[in-house]
């Protein structure tokens, strides 16, 4: 289980190291990644018909930059994090946020996508975290923080059998 201790910096450590690497890895094929003009249209899902799938490692990371207060429900269609077309949280934006680009490849996004999430699975097995892969609504309705729990606590499905 992951509290607010040196564990937990160590998780928030390995989940920025891991958007550094995709980062690099987009730079070294800009072409196939794609040149995002950041129109924010992604972003508005339902509008855009499009879903972002996060994992428990990204919102423990999310919630160590913002603090607890900083993380938010969705309440609409579009991702709680985006005002006026702009990402609030441009820096510490999900892995799915940094891969997908309208303009780029969907092979190569679905490799590099594939490699994070093994990258993520691993985190969570060092640092004892569910692993889970869900949209960001039900990830923020699930996500509990704790002092001394797991950050990420269980969805009602995982229950299940
Ligand atoms: S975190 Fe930022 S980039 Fe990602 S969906 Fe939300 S507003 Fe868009
Ligand atoms: S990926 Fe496409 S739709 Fe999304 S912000 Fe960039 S240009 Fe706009």
């Known amino acids: 289980m992951v509290g607010k201790s040196a564990r937990q910096r160590r998780l928030v450590d390995e989940v920025e190291a891991l958007y550094e690497w995709i980062d690099a890895q987009l730079g070294r094929d800009p072409v196939r990644a794609g040149r995002c003009a950041a129109c924010g249209a992604c972003c508005d899902f339902v509008t855009y018909d499009h879903l972002l799938f996060v994992t428990p490692p990204e919102l423990i990371y999310l919630s160590d930059k913002l603090g607890t207060d900083g993380l938010k429900q969705m309440t ?16 510490y934006r999900f892995a799915g946020c940094r891969i997908f680009c309208c303009r780029g490849e969907a092979d190569f996004q679905s490799e590099l996508t594939e490699a994070a999430l093994r990258r993520l699975k691993a985190i969570c097995e060092r640092f004892e975290v569910p692993y889970r892969y869900a949209d960001l609504a039900t990830a923020l309705t699930c996500f509990v923080t704790s002092s001394d729990r797991s950050a990420a606590g269980p969805c009602p499905g995982d229950r299940r059998g």
């Open 76 to 91: 609409s269609g579009r991702c709680p994090y985006q005002q006026a077309s702009q990402c609030t949280v441009h820096a």
